[in-house]
């Protein structure tokens, strides 16, 4: 069997989309690819994003593979997955343009992991994966979509749900290798702000979940349980990538956790890197390890500045604001870029959100103005409002967004637009 695995040419406008806009390393389909030709089967992946193809040139290049399944990611790449954009516009528009190709097509993210029957409808697909789909869609090949689990599909006038969402077992994936030429496009150097930036950039996983649950964070169906790759795994990929001219890697991992063996590992090797990362995990001596092993990126999600907006957002932080304060200021005398993510929890005063942000940033940590939560169908935050997503989670989610928020930050367009507009309902 032949699978096309796409990663779509991405376009936000009139988007509330506030992730990174520029090409990544789509890591979900990097990894499906090596355990579908493990399986027996060949796949290709088709970078439209990184190779800025149109729809019709996508429609060409897939056509060219004659697969038997296409397969679509909702989302830009795993690290925005838990952020996507609301809108399935580009991927509905591609799959449009797919339509008579004849494969069986198929779409994976997030948008399919929550609320897979109306993903299945909107996108026009014969096959939606829940949750992480390296380990399904090799089973896809078998012939029998009703021996597979963690799928939605049409059966006939009927739309079928199986199983719940799946998690990989990261022992089962290997190092990615990505060709030559497609590293080499690689410019960017994800949420790393200095002028001396050289050498391709790259993303890596170490990690994947959080034992955590945070109200507002949308991991319940892909991402959640926390596992770590074999350090063997992880160090061979970044070998791979050093020798093909990266510089530069950012850990995709929710919460990139102190991990001494690791960083030690880092230390070795000429590559900086970039995390995100919860600050109240690591200890000083620890973040001394971290910038010494070539971090040059940390963003932190702090998200309150008080302890009551700490706990109405759930997140299970066992320190205090002033002692968050004080581990971003030793993290930032290693690392270069340090910064301290806040959301517009409601609870906190906004003096002193400013007041903090003062103190943070005449130290050299980047603050943002409290960002407003978008209440993401999955998360807690969703369910508490509204009960569990249906097939019209996503419309009432932006709809309550738009309502809510006069302005936005400055990281999103200032004019989004309704979700059934972009979607071309
Ligand atoms: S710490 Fe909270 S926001 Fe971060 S990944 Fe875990 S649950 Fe999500």
Redesign the pocket.
């Known amino acids: 069997m032949i699978f096309a695995l796409v990663n779509p040419g991405w376009d936000f406008s009139g988007s509330i989309y506030f992730g990174c806009r520029e090409p990544h390393f789509p890591l979900e389909l990097g990894y499906s690819k090596a355990l579908i030709e493990r399986a027996g089967h060949s796949a290709r992946i088709i970078d439209a994003h990184l190779e800025g193809l149109s729809p019709e040139e996508t429609k060409k290049r897939v056509g060219e593979l004659r697969p038997d399944f296409v397969v679509v990611t909702t989302a830009p790449g795993y690290l925005f997955w ?1 952020c996507p954009q609301p809108e399935l516009r580009v991927p509905k528009r591609l799959f449009a343009e797919l339509a008579d190709i004849p494969a069986i097509k198929v779409a994976v993210g997030p948008h399919a992991s929550v609320t897979p029957s109306a993903a299945l409808t909107k996108l026009g697909a014969d096959v939606v994966v829940m949750g992480e789909p390296e380990t399904v869609l090799p089973e896809l090949a078998g012939g029998s979509l009703d021996k597979v689990k963690s799928i939605c599909y049409r059966s006939g006038p009927v739309i079928r749900t199986q199983g719940g969402p799946r998690a990989s077992d990261l022992t089962a994936l290997p190092a990615l290798r990505w060709p030559r030429e497609y590293v080499r496009r690689r410019a960017h150097h994800h949420h790393r702000f200095c002028s001396n930036v050289s050498g391709c950039g790259a993303e890596v996983e170490a990690s994947r ?6 109200t ?2 949308a ?1 319940r169906e892909f ?1 959640n349980n926390y596992r770590k790759r074999p350090l063997p795994a992880v160090l061979d990929e970044i070998d791979g990538l050093i020798a093909e001219g990266v510089e530069y890697i950012y850990f995709i991992d ?2 990139f956790m102190p991990d001494r063996k690791l960083l030690e590992s880092l230390s070795a090797r000429r590559v900086k890197f970039g995390i ?1 990362t ?1 600050i109240d995990l690591w200890k000083p001596q620890m973040l001394e390890l971290l910038g010494e092993a070539g971090c040059v990126s940390i963003e932190a ?1 702090i ?1 309150s500045v008080s302890e009551a907006g700490r706990k109405h957002l ?2 299970k932080c066992a320190i205090t604001t002033d002692e968050l304060a004080f581990l971003l200021m030793t993290a930032k005398r290693g690392v270069n870029f340090v910064q301290a993510t806040l959301l517009d929890s409601s609870m906190d005063d906004p003096e002193v959100v400013e007041a903090w942000r003062s103190l943070l940033i005449s130290a050299g940590i980047w603050v943002n103005s409290p960002v407003p939560l978008f209440p993401y169908p999955g998360s807690e935050e969703y369910s508490r409002r509204w009960g569990e997503p249906d097939s019209n989670a996503w419309e009432r989610a932006h709809e309550h967004y738009l309502a809510e928020n006069g302005s936005f930050s400055d990281i999103q367009e200032s004019a989004p637009l309704p979700l059934a507009e972009l979607e071309g309902a």
């Open positions: 838990r979940g959080c034992p955590y649950s945070c507002f964070c991991k991402r929710e919460i995100q919860r999600g998200e759930g997140k």
